[in-house]
């Protein structure tokens, strides 16, 4: 039982972390968005690979500037994530990919506002008890498609 539990734990946390990174990114909290990584992480999007905390807190604040385009501050794009599918493969590493749906929420009203399609592909590592992502890769499926392929715990491509 106490397997199980721990288990379930496990994966809640996991599935907590791509949600708090979706909420901080979209509402430009940087500081916190930058917690949620590993020293030595690495994240590859459509607009930029980054290495580091510090690299991709800079990448993403200049994403989210180039979205802002109404000098908001906060929301310009909604990250919608879902489907979330989570392998562990030991004590303190898992695999995941979910679902994304990006939405520009600074477009005309009555013009679409996806932006794009897409899946996240991650790598996850506890370190002192708790979850970060060490590896992250965005793969769009929309408006052009460039997906990386592979399956949690099964050959899923991450940035090296």
């Not at 908001?72 to 995941?96: C, K, M, Q, T």
């Not at 499926?141 to 715990?153: Q, R």
Request: hydrophobic fraction near 40%; proline fraction near 4%.
């Amino acid at each position: 039982m106490n397997a199980d539990l721990d288990r379930l734990l496990t994966l809640e946390a996991i599935r907590n972390l791509r949600l708090r990174y979706c909420h901080h990114l979209d509402a430009n909290r940087m500081d916190l968005l930058a917690k949620l990584f590993t020293e030595d992480a690495i994240c590859q999007v459509d607009r930029g690979r980054w290495t580091g905390r510090a690299a991709i807190t800079q990448g993403l604040s200049q994403a989210f500037a180039a979205f802002d385009t109404q000098a908001r501050g906060a929301y310009p794009f909604l990250h919608a994530v879902s489907n979330h599918w989570i392998e562990i493969l030991a004590d303190d590493r898992a695999e995941g990919r979910c679902y994304l749906i990006d939405f520009a929420t600074q477009k005309p009203a009555g013009e679409n506002p996806l932006l794009l399609l897409g899946l996240y592909a991650d790598e996850y590592r506890r370190i002192e008890g708790q979850w970060l992502i060490s590896r992250t890769r965005l793969d769009v499926v929309w408006p052009e498609a460039e997906v990386g392929g592979g399956d949690p715990g099964n050959g899923l491509v991450l940035p090296r």
